[in-house]
């Protein structure tokens, strides 16, 4: 799932038709989150807390040596939720930032759950600091309130006659106390059932751009632990002979070479594969490849991704589906149209790709479990540990580590590389730790990618140059069929993290008649960063440019008179235009596309410059950025996430494609599937709209709008409309 930097990376995205408008998101923060942060504060469990620590709740830890320890809630994979987190539990405190150190929370739902995910421990959809941003300024308020009301009684002084700044208590004549040295006698006090809020005009931490992130330092200096990381007695190392095609079942294995292989200490059939365990990685690979290996192929699918878009194509034609919405007059309306636009739009797999690939560390001793890893969601995985394990839940605990990247790929509702482990710790029958290790090839050959999806559009037009009518299919597999949340999420046939950013739109969508067809396959998806945003953002948006094109209109001024009702998309849209300059003339051999997409409770607008090489492939030279996420928690990771998002987006606009041939994915490194090198990266430019609303995601809203942007640029250069992605199976000419 795809989370936030300021409120997300990531990759999940359980979005709800109810939070279109953000007042609506933001009653329901208010209306979930308190009583969530209130059970919170009662809790007794929050950790080991050593004599003479002031622990109020079980987000914050002060000891007596003045360290001010934040218990982070949210998976940490690059995204800056911990400096999201820390700033606002530091800003309602009044903590010193440079006392301020983090640890990751235990599976704990009920102390640590995400209400915007039904209350699981996890992170995703770009939640992280959306869903916390009350709960974590009541729990810094409510320690900054104890800690007050000790030196209150300390001093014999009324507590509104006392200030806090940096970690210091001060009061009338020249009293000082930093918290470490009332944290005895704040622990002692009742823990307020209501305490007062900052006035935003007060902030000192929260939108201000000089607060570090906690945890560049250690990603540095090589100190942060990763799950390659993890040192532990004994610690042995293993891979998965996994099956070489989609459906593919084992008949039989012989074992006899690669037990012969030095280092080698077992070889042992697991649910996923083979698994060959050594003393390291070297020893297990060689292991693995003097395997003998016999695989039944006769159910191994697809048999090609180009026969699957025939077959989505032709089912694109047919019609028929489930419907998401429909106009009694949509009929009618069209036969009206003086002009339709149609077009047909197909999306390839794509993998997540993560710098780390899956990993996950399992030792069974004495009765229990431990596991190292990239927990993005404890709930999942602690749950299906203890099950592979065949252990009750609490004799399993969860180290949860930071992961190089995610993307969507960590959090899925099979926990899967934690619980094969855990199938592998169980399988070699001795009480020692297990790493099983992913390469790059078992990863990216693994399937879980964003879905391959057709899109077949008819837009009518009527004689004002307005749209009329609006029919729009989708068929593509559902992320969310296949998984335990099914019966939660998807209502009426339609899983809505298909259709989201298609229905419901900030457009004003006449007439419209929205279906959906989701065929089952062998190959199974995920959601990836932005997830349906990733291809209804792309018909969408080059949609409105060719609309605007058939009706003679500027692009910009034909998306804002489709915007009733919806100030803050058409803001983003009128900011990023400013600052692109969209009215000024470029020089020849280049062109300016724009683009804009509401997704994950954020509005995000890009306008991207471009001009070709001279073998005829797309340069973004220049992409200008407007965000709007309401409060802006941390400015400087805004930026970092919305130029990250860009350069994301962009890889996979130019060059991602999963291509499958009899069950096999032939991409498997980052020499068949490429990613954006460093001259490509074009100059970013992020503008964030001042607000008041209460922040929304940020880590996925960068993603959607970049690749209608560019290929919208590359129309206006080329007069080439672009129908497939990635682009790099087109060669754009200049007209």
Not at 298 to 320: C, H, I, Q, R, V
Request: glycine share 10%; proline share 7%.
């Amino acid at each position: 799932m795809p989370d936030d930097t300021d409120a997300a990376d990531g990759a999940t995205g359980f979005t709800r038709r109810g939070f279109l408008k953000s007042a609506a998101a933001a009653g329901f923060v208010l209306a979930v989150q308190l009583p969530l942060a209130r059970k919170a504060f009662a809790a007794a469990d929050v950790g080991i807390v050593p004599p003479g620590d002031f622990a109020p709740n079980a987000f914050i830890r002060i000891a007596p040596d003045n360290t001010v320890l934040f218990v982070i809630k949210h998976f940490e994979m690059g995204q800056g939720a911990t400096t999201g987190l820390a700033t606002i539990l530091a800003e309602e405190l009044d903590a010193d930032w440079s006392q301020v150190r983090t640890e990751y929370a235990p599976a704990n739902a009920a102390l640590y759950g995400n209400p915007m995910v039904g209350g699981a421990q996890g992170t995703g959809g770009s939640t992280a600091i959306a869903n916390s941003w009350m709960q974590m300024r009541e729990a810094g308020a409510t320690a900054r309130a104890m800690l007050v009301a000790a030196a209150a009684q300390r001093w014999k002084v009324p507590a509104d006659k006392l200030t806090v700044s940096k970690g210091v208590i001060s009061g009338p004549g020249g009293k000082k106390a930093s918290f470490g040295e009332l944290a005895d006698a704040a622990a002692k006090l009742p823990v307020p059932t209501e305490v007062a809020l900052k006035d935003p005009k007060d902030f000192v931490l929260v939108g201000k751009t000089a607060t570090r992130r906690l945890d560049s330092k250690a990603k540095s200096t090589g100190t942060a632990m990763f799950t390659i990381d993890v040192k532990l007695p004994g610690l042995l190392t293993a891979v998965i002979a996994r099956p070489p095609a989609f459906g593919a079942r084992l008949k039989s294995f012989d074992a006899k070479a690669a037990k012969a292989v030095k280092g080698v200490t077992d070889v042992v059939e697991v649910p996923e594969g083979v698994a060959v365990v050594a003393t390291g990685m070297w020893p297990a690979m060689q292991g693995r490849k003097a395997l003998k290996l016999d695989w039944d192929l006769s159910e191994a699918g697809p048999k090609s991704t180009e026969a699957m878009f025939a077959d989505y194509k032709a089912l694109a034609a047919k019609g028929g589906g489930v419907t998401v919405q429909r106009a009694d007059d949509h009929a009618a309306q069209m036969k009206k149209a003086a002009k339709t636009i149609e077009a047909v739009y197909e999306f390839p797999y794509l993998a997540h790709a993560a710098m780390e690939p899956m990993n996950c560390v399992a030792w069974l001793h004495d009765g229990v479990l431990e596991t190292w890893g990239g927990h993005q969601f404890p709930t999942f995985d602690h749950m299906l540990a203890a099950k592979a394990a065949d252990l009750p839940m609490d004799k399993v605990t969860l180290h949860t580590l930071i992961s190089g990247g995610s993307f969507g790929r960590r959090a899925n509702s099979w926990s899967d590389f934690t619980v094969e482990a855990v199938h592998v710790a169980k399988a070699i029958k001795r009480p020692v730790p297990v790493r099983v290790q992913q390469t790059r090839e078992d990863d990216m050959r693994g399937g879980l990618y964003r879905p391959q999806y057709v899109h077949a559009v008819k837009v009518g037009l009527g004689a004002d140059q307005r749209p009329l009518a609006w029919q729009h299919t989708i068929v593509g597999q559902s992320i969310i069929a296949p998984t335990p949340l099914a019966g939660a999420l998807i209502k009426d046939g339609v899983d809505e993290t298909t259709v989201e950013g298609v229905w419901p739109t900030p457009y004003t969508l006449p007439s419209p008649d929205i279906t959906l067809q989701s065929p089952t396959q062998a190959v199974r998806p995920l959601w990836w960063r932005s997830v349906g945003n990733t291809h209804t953002g792309f018909v969408m948006e080059t949609m409105m440019d060719e609309l605007a094109a058939a009706a003679g209109q500027d692009p910009l001024a034909f998306r804002l008179a489709m915007l009733k009702d919806q100030p803050r998309f058409a803001g983003v849209l009128k900011l990023a235009a400013e600052k692109a300059g969209w009215d000024q003339p470029l020089a020849k051999g280049k062109a300016r596309g724009i683009a804009a997409q509401f997704s994950f409770h954020s509005y995000v607008a890009q306008v991207a410059e471009v001009s070709l090489t001279a073998d005829g492939r797309p340069k973004v030279e220049r992409v200008v950025v407007a965000v709007d996420c309401g409060v802006p928690v941390n400015p400087d990771q805004i930026v970092a996430q919305m130029e990250g998002g860009v350069g994301f987006a962009l890889a996979a606009a130019l060059y991602g494609e999963i291509e499958i041939e009899n069950g096999t994915p032939k991409q498997g490194n980052f020499d068949s599937y490429r990613v954006l090198r460093i001259n490509e990266m074009p100059k970013v430019e992020v503008h964030i709209v001042a607000s008041g609303e209460a922040p929304t995601g940020v880590g996925e809203p960068g993603v959607p709008p970049l690749a209608p942007a560019v290929a919208n640029a590359l129309a206006k250069l080329t007069g080439q409309r672009v129908r497939r992605l990635p682009l790099s199976r087109t060669t754009f000419r200049l007209t």
